[in-house]
């Protein structure tokens, strides 16, 4: 399947995706208070960003795997390391239950399973080309999750209900994202694999690329557990809320073209090719994400205010602050796969480091200076240097020979 007919049908299947969440959003708003929201908010942040280093990135190597028995032991290295960040998830949700006295604390442990799980199916069934399974598997998992909210929010389940509707709806994706079965059938990968050697041959994975996720997704987590301690609960549900909807574009273009071009660009055997067409889908990313800030910021707390009702206007202003980020993030998103294609993995992992202590120090810095609102302000700020320095360098470090790995 080619490039442009792959993303148009994750495309197809995330527009749909997203479209149940979109439209279920204002009532989910409703059903549940700011406070429970950001309770929410922190443990799936933190579920997420174990989930995902859930298989040490393993799972981002299948694409460079041609053969099937090579595949099927490289998916049995997952599935095991995946069993091993579950068991430290029960770990650390047992801890923050009895440090934190959070109850919801308790899911964490299949939060990290279900999302894991599903990201690395998710690459499994790219490799096999199967991008009708991946768009009806996105339905599942977004639609599925904002209509399990509703239904738990309409038991009055509070912030249990928006963890089960998640986690539910995420397993379900995982679940239809397993096909093909490997090679010798899912039993097959319980029987001895040739794993040491598949560790070894893409350690670069789990030494470089693991770290990088880690701390890229760890910016969400230090942002929601900064806002607690400094605002409290409700602030951070806002920040949640305005996050959600606000990413929600990256995810819908961003996801479906990353998954299409990460495959494409590992395949690919001619340089000028290659970055002509990172080159392309920049300028077009950019086309698309301009006009998105510009209404963001005129209309960002009317917007919100009208759409989630008056108690979310906070989200709307923070949303307006944080437009310029918003952009930035929206473009750079599906181009994060570059580096990993382009063996330049080492050279992303310092300068996520570098985006990391950014976006915290602006957030800090925003925070002090002017509250929830000046927080946003901060990280669009700070983060501006860092995208344009990231677009910059993609180019830059393109592999310098004739032959693409």
Same mark, same amino acid.
């Given at each position: 399947?080619?490039l442009?007919?792959?993303?148009?049908?994750l495309l197809?299947?995330s527009?749909?995706?997203?479209?149940?969440?979109?439209?279920?959003?204002?009532?989910?708003?409703r059903?549940?208070?700011p406070a429970e929201?950001?309770?929410f908010?922190?443990?799936w942040?933190v579920?997420?960003?174990?989930?995902?280093?859930?298989?040490?990135?393993?799972e981002?190597?299948l694409a460079?795997?041609t053969?099937?028995?090579?595949?099927?032991?490289?998916?049995?290295?997952c599935?095991?390391?995946?069993l091993?960040?579950?068991a430290?998830?029960?770990?650390?949700g047992a801890?923050?239950m009895?440090?934190?006295?959070?109850?919801?604390?308790a899911?964490?442990?299949?939060?990290v399973?279900a999302?894991a799980a599903?990201?690395?199916l998710?690459?499994?069934?790219?490799?096999?080309?199967?991008?009708a399974?991946l768009?009806r598997?996105? #339905?599942v998992? &977004?639609?599925?999750?904002?209509v399990g909210?509703?239904? !738990?929010?309409?038991?009055q389940?509070g912030?249990?209900?928006?963890?089960?509707?998640?986690?539910?709806?995420t397993a379900?994706?995982a679940m239809l994202?397993a096909?093909?079965?490997p090679?010798?059938?899912w039993?097959g990968?319980?029987?001895?694999?040739p794993?040491?050697q598949?560790?070894h041959k893409?350690?670069?994975?789990?030494?470089?690329?693991?770290?990088?996720?880690f701390a890229?997704?760890?910016?969400?987590?230090l942002a929601?557990?900064?806002?607690t301690?400094?605002l409290?609960?409700p602030?951070?549900?806002? &920040?949640a809320?305005?996050?959600?909807?606000l990413?929600?574009?990256?995810?819908?273009?961003g996801?479906?073209?990353?998954?299409a071009?990460?495959?494409r660009?590992?395949?690919s055997?001619?340089?000028?090719?290659?970055?002509?067409? #990172?080159?392309h889908?920049?300028?077009?990313?950019a086309a698309?994400a301009?006009?998105?800030?510009?209404g963001?910021?005129?209309?960002g707390p009317?917007l919100?205010?009208?759409?989630?009702?008056p108690q979310?206007?906070?989200a709307?202003?923070?949303?307006?602050?944080?437009?310029?980020?918003?952009?930035?993030?929206?473009?750079?998103?599906?181009?994060?796969?570059v580096?990993?294609?382009w063996g330049?993995q080492? &050279?992303?992992?310092k300068?996520?480091?570098v985006g990391?202590?950014? !976006?915290?120090?602006?957030?800090a810095?925003g925070?002090?200076?002017?509250?929830l609102a000046?927080?946003?302000?901060? #990280?669009?700020a700070a983060?501006?240097f860092? !995208?344009?320095?990231?677009?910059?360098?993609?180019?830059?470090?393109a592999?310098a020979?004739k032959?693409m790995?």
């Open positions: 399947m080619s442009t007919r792959a993303t148009l049908t197809a299947g527009a749909l995706a997203q479209a149940l969440p979109l439209l279920l959003g204002p009532w989910i708003a059903l549940y208070t929201y950001g309770q908010s922190l443990l942040t579920a997420s960003n174990l989930a995902v280093v859930g298989c040490a990135r393993y981002f190597a460079l795997e053969g099937d028995k090579g595949a099927a032991a490289l998916l049995a290295l599935l095991r390391v995946l091993v960040m579950t430290m998830a029960i770990l650390v801890a923050w009895l440090w934190a006295d959070l109850s919801v604390a899911a964490l442990p299949l939060a399973l999302l599903s990201q690395a998710a690459q499994w069934a790219a490799r096999a080309g199967e991008f399974t768009a598997a996105r #339905v998992q &977004w639609g599925g999750g904002a909210q509703v239904g !738990f929010g309409l038991l389940a912030p249990w209900g928006l963890v089960g509707g998640a986690t539910l709806a379900a994706a994202q096909r093909p079965a090679t010798g059938g039993r990968l319980l029987r001895p694999q794993l040491r598949m560790a893409h350690r670069d994975f789990p030494l470089l690329n693991t770290p990088h996720a890229g997704a760890l910016q969400d987590t929601i557990a900064l806002l301690a400094w409290g609960a602030e951070a549900g806002a &920040w809320l305005a996050l959600r909807y990413k929600a574009p990256a995810s819908l273009v996801g479906s073209l990353s998954q071009l990460y495959p660009l590992t395949q055997t001619n340089l000028a090719e290659a970055r002509t067409l #990172v080159r889908n920049l300028l077009l990313l698309i301009l006009p998105l800030m510009g963001l910021l005129a209309f009317w919100f205010a009208t759409v989630f009702g979310w206007r906070g709307g202003e923070l949303a307006c602050s944080l437009a310029p980020y918003i952009a930035l993030h929206f473009i750079a998103s599906p181009l994060s796969v580096p990993m294609a330049a080492a &050279w992303a992992l300068l996520a480091l990391q202590v950014m !976006f915290v120090a602006g957030l810095a925070l002090h200076l002017g509250g000046g927080a946003g302000w901060g #990280v669009s983060m501006l860092y !995208f344009c320095y990231f677009f910059w360098g993609l180019l830059q470090r592999p020979n032959e790995p």
